[in-house]
T-cell receptor, first 117, second 112 residues
Framework: GAVVSQHPSRVICKSGTSVKIECRSL??????MFWYRQFPKQSLMLMAT?????????EQGVEKDKFLINHASLTLSTLTVTSAHPEDSSFYIC?????????????FGAGTRLSVL | GQQLNQSPQSMFIQEGEDVSMNCTSS?????WLWYKQEPGEGPVLLIA?????ELTSNGRLTAQFGITRKDSFLNISASIPSDVGIYFC????????????FGQGTTLQVKP
C-alpha cells in the first residue's frame, strides 16, 4: 500500500525558532500533498495544498509567510513554521495524493506534534 | 463553505456489538473515504467509495456511498477492543481540486 513518512514525529522548540517538517511519499509519486493542523478532540483542518514545482495554495486565514511550504520533488514536501510561538503548538499532519487513474486517494503521514515553549 | 455532518459524535459500546455511523452533506461528492485515527497518529484509510450506491466491505467494516451522493455510512460488525479510535468520513467534491472535506469524527470506545 501507499506509505507516507512524516518527520519528525515530535519536536519541542523555543519561541522564536523555526521548525521544518518533512513529508515523503515512499512508494509512489505525489504531485499534490496537503498539510493539515489538528487541535485536540477536533477534526483535521486543511492549511494548504502543496503542488510540485509551483507555489502552494493556502486556505483562508492561514498565513503563508508563517507556514512556508516547499514541494521540490514528486516525493517530498516540507512545511516550515517560521518564528514559532506557543499558539503554533499543535498536531500537524501531511497527506499525499495518489493520482493514478481517475480516482484520487489521500494517504496520511503519522503526524508531527509541535510544542513551542 | 461545504460541511460534512457526522454522527454520532461518540459511542461507548460493549465488545461484540455492531456499530453504525454516518455522514451527510448538502453538497454532492465524487468520492467518500472513511479513515480511522488513533491517538498521536495520522488517519489510516479504511474504505474508499467511488460510485453512488456502491457498497464495499473491508473485513468487519462495511461502507456505502449514498445514492444521492450526499451521504455515506460505515458499519462495524462484532466490535473488538482494538476498534477503539476516532473515525472520520471525508468527501471529495466534484470540482476535483483534490481537497477533502472532513466530518467532525466519531469517537468509538469499546468495553471488553
Amino acid at each position: 500500500g501507499a506509505v507516507v513518512s512524516q518527520h519528525p514525529s515530535r519536536v519541542i522548540c523555543k519561541s522564536g525558532t523555526s521548525v521544518k517538517i518533512e513529508c515523503r511519499s515512499l512508494d509512489f509519486q505525489a504531485t499534490t500533498m496537503f498539510w493539515y493542523r489538528q487541535f485536540p478532540k477536533q477534526s483535521l483542518m486543511l492549511m494548504a495544498t502543496s503542488n510540485e514545482g509551483s507555489k502552494a495554495t493556502y486556505e483562508q486565514g492561514v498565513e503563508k509567510d508563517k507556514f512556508l511550504i516547499n514541494h521540490a520533488s514528486l516525493t517530498l514536501s516540507t512545511l516550515t513554521v517560521t518564528s514559532a510561538h506557543p499558539e503554533d503548538s499543535s498536531f500537524y499532519i501531511c497527506s499525499a495524493d495518489t493520482t493514478g487513474g481517475f480516482y484520487d486517494i489521500q494517504y496520511f503521514g503519522a503526524g508531527t506534534r509541535l510544542s513551542v515553549l | 463553505g461545504q460541511q460534512l455532518n457526522q454522527s454520532p459524535q461518540s459511542m461507548f459500546i460493549q465488545e461484540g456489538e455492531d456499530v453504525s455511523m454516518n455522514c451527510t452533506s448538502s453538497s454532492i461528492f465524487n468520492t467518500w473515504l472513511w479513515y480511522k485515527q488513533e491517538p498521536g497518529e495520522g488517519p489510516v484509510l479504511l474504505i474508499a467509495l467511488y460510485k453512488a450506491g456502491e457498497l464495499t466491505s473491508n473485513g468487519r467494516l462495511t461502507a456505502q456511498f449514498g445514492i444521492t451522493r450526499k451521504d455515506s455510512f460505515l458499519n462495524i460488525s462484532a466490535s473488538i477492543p482494538s476498534d477503539v479510535g476516532i473515525y472520520f468520513c471525508a468527501g471529495q467534491l466534484s470540482s476535483n481540486t483534490g481537497k477533502l472535506i472532513f466530518g467532525q469524527g466519531t469517537t468509538l470506545q469499546v468495553k471488553p
